[in-house]
């Protein structure tokens, strides 16, 4: 069996004393794993990088078997973003998501382009809302998208302001002013839906921050039990964190 394709480097683990088995995640093999020889060595380490393009060349003697990738770089990523601490927690927590969430030799070609733009975006600075749009598109690609078109309780498609933590589906503003007024419990539990999900409009510091409250209460909730995974990866925490912090007053 063998196999060629251009991926982005995922996750990376030492195996043994020289190799490594690394995922990439490409148009047409989707999130795959592979051995390479001489990968746990200092002479690949600049190549092995999490985010690096590859060219890569997958072999194994039948379908089922871990098999043995030969890389060739294309593209560096992380080195890019060293200056920049945020869009490296960026790259990082990209890479983990797609590592976590993936099914494995599953091709998911419009996700992998959507993914490589996000990964370019990275050294630019309009990165945190893609980033966010692209939590919700992970979401939807694998079969937990949230319904942002038409309010759940009267239909109207204007005024869209919250969205169901059970549902996903959105609520308008004047329809949670009409239920908090009845004294409904449930309006309290309601997560703020951003404008600039719905709509060109730009996006402050405090609406990324919401939007990746509301992907990750849906990664954690719908996603995770769906994979049977104990929590959502660590380095996305990481980077929520990092940019719920530069929401906060008097942070840049």
């Given amino acids: 069996m063998e196999w060629q394709d251009e991926g982005v480097l995922i996750a990376m683990r030492r195996h043994g004393e020289s190799a490594a088995i690394i995922e990439v995640f490409t148009a ?145 503003r004047s329809a949670v002013e009409d239920a908090a007024a009845r004294g409904e419990p449930w309006v309290a539990k309601l997560l703020p839906l951003p404008g600039f999900l719905l709509e060109d409009a730009k996006a402050l510091p405090q609406d990324i921050a919401r939007s990746l409250a509301l992907s990750g209460h849906f990664l954690d909730t719908w996603l995770r039990p769906a994979l049977d995974r104990p929590g959502v990866p660590d380095a996305r925490a990481r980077l929520a964190a990092r940019l719920t912090r530069a929401a906060a007053p008097g942070q840049a």
């Fill in 28 to 172: 047409g093999h989707g999130r795959h794993a592979g051995l390479v020889p001489g990968g746990g060595g200092r002479r690949m380490a600049p190549v092995l990088q999490t985010g690096a393009q590859l060219s890569v060349t997958w072999r194994a003697r039948v379908e089922d078997a871990l098999g043995t990738y030969r890389v060739e770089p294309v593209r560096a990523r992380a080195a890019d973003l060293l200056q920049n601490a945020d869009a490296l927690a960026g790259l990082t927590a990209t890479a983990a998501l797609l590592s976590w969430a993936l099914p494995e030799r599953e091709a998911h070609p419009e996700l992998y382009a959507r993914s490589l733009d996000l990964f370019d975006a990275l050294a630019g600075d309009d990165w945190p809302v893609r980033y966010a749009v692209w939590e919700l598109e992970l979401l939807a690609e694998l079969g937990f998208g949230l319904d942002l078109t038409a309010c759940a309780l009267t239909g109207a498609t204007q005024g869209l302001a919250y969205v169901s933590p059970r549902s996903g589906r959105a609520v308008t």
